[in-house]
DNA sequence: GTCTATATTCCGATAGAC
DNA sequence: GTCTATCGGAATATAGAC
């Protein structure tokens, strides 16, 4: 921990301008985002954008790589921790969608600005440390092997839990064309999400 | 079919230009997308542009009206066909993960695309037919009553579905974080995902 | 460090010749 | 219908005063 990971000093305007780039950018991506925008959430002038960050292209990197850092634990955490399947299962699932019920835009923002500029997150802004399957496919084997469990290949396990959890929040428009549901239902929908993927996940692995 | 479809001549130029804008729309959204960039795909000066369809915006509506009436119909499929119900997931999953694979622009575009600019979205390109759950809802309850499937609420198992037969494709880089696969473990990953998610969802359906 | 003013680049759109 | 040339505005970036 010898450096503060890029952040910059609480309330000063830096952060401030941060905090402005960091909402701007995770709704309306690279290519939608404004630095005029930015410069008036923030409450400064423009020109002070690049005293900071020298360019549109650093400060966008500098919020990417924040979000990037923030989300990457979040999903190694299914995939690595060393708690029993199916308590392991159960808390993924509500931590998972607590996180993205209260930060929708963020599944979005890294699923799109990938598509829309590889190149710039292979090089420059993914993580190089891979979460660690290990545990987790050998504790899926072992409660196959004892018969606990479906036969189930474990990556498509995670896959599916992650899609279940993730999908609806970020296409709710869909979603609510799909089933037909005004707003509040929809709202109503999104909250039953915990308990019923949970158990949709659960009753899908019964031997 | 009185009309077209609004399509024009194929091999015209307006074709070209609407095949060329329709390529450019779809990978980098309203934002991304320059005239420049779609004139050279066509083959045509950036003038010709203008002269076919008034502004951008206009042939980004031209774009993405044919895009989601392509899509609409995709979804509304598992919905109100009456096939026996096993048979139609079957059916809906299969179909739906070729399509996908074969479009894996298209979710990610409408998502993201209703994202940044839903007034546009709601009051010009999205159809006002909503499509009718209450065959699929009947059917759900149908089997419950009978026993023949667990318990389980309608939408859910839509939402459900819809979610790990789409999530995958446009979330391929994460999926591939999350998974550490490299590009050919991915592409394998993927083809697994037909067999995989129907086996799945039927095991969650057993009572 | 922060501002105003201005330079520079890019992009959507139009005019006008052919 | 198609092109070249150009306009006009918007957005990024810089210069320079305070």
Redesign the interface.
């Known amino acids: 921990m010898a450096k503060k990971e890029d952040q910059p000093q609480a309330d000063s305007t830096e952060q401030k301008i941060f905090d402005a780039a960091h909402e701007v950018f995770l709704?309306?991506?690279m290519?939608?985002a404004k630095m005029q925008e930015i410069a008036d959430l923030a409450g400064i002038n423009k020109a002070l954008l690049h005293y900071y960050y020298r360019s549109k292209e650093k400060l966008y990197e500098a919020v990417a790589r924040a979000i990037i850092g923030h989300a990457?634990p979040v999903?190694s955490q299914l995939?690595e921790s060393e708690l029993p399947l199916e308590e392991k299962i159960r808390h993924f699932i509500d931590f998972y969608i607590g996180v993205i019920s209260r930060n929708p835009?963020i599944?979005?923002f890294?699923?799109?600005e990938?598509?829309?500029h590889?190149e710039r997150?292979i090089e420059t802004i993914?993580p190089k440390e891979?979460?660690?399957?290990q545990v987790f496919m050998r504790q899926v084997e072992e409660e196959i092997a004892a018969g606990r469990i479906?036969e189930?290949?474990p990556?498509?396990?995670?896959?599916?839990i992650?899609?279940?959890c993730?999908?609806?929040f970020?296409?709710k428009?869909?979603?609510r064309?799909?089933?037909?549901l005004n707003s509040a239902e929809m709202k109503l929908?999104l909250e039953?999400?915990r308990d019923?993927?949970t158990?949709?996940?659960l009753?899908?692995?019964?031997p």
Request: proline content about 10%.
């Open positions: 709704q309306k991506g290519d939608g990457a999903i995939i835009f599944p979005l890294i699923i799109s990938i598509n829309k590889p997150f993914l891979l979460p660690k399957p479906r189930i290949h990556k498509h396990l995670i896959i599916n992650i899609s279940m993730i999908f609806p970020i296409a428009p869909m979603a064309f799909a089933l037909g929908f039953e999400r019923q993927v158990e949709f996940v009753a899908a692995l019964r």
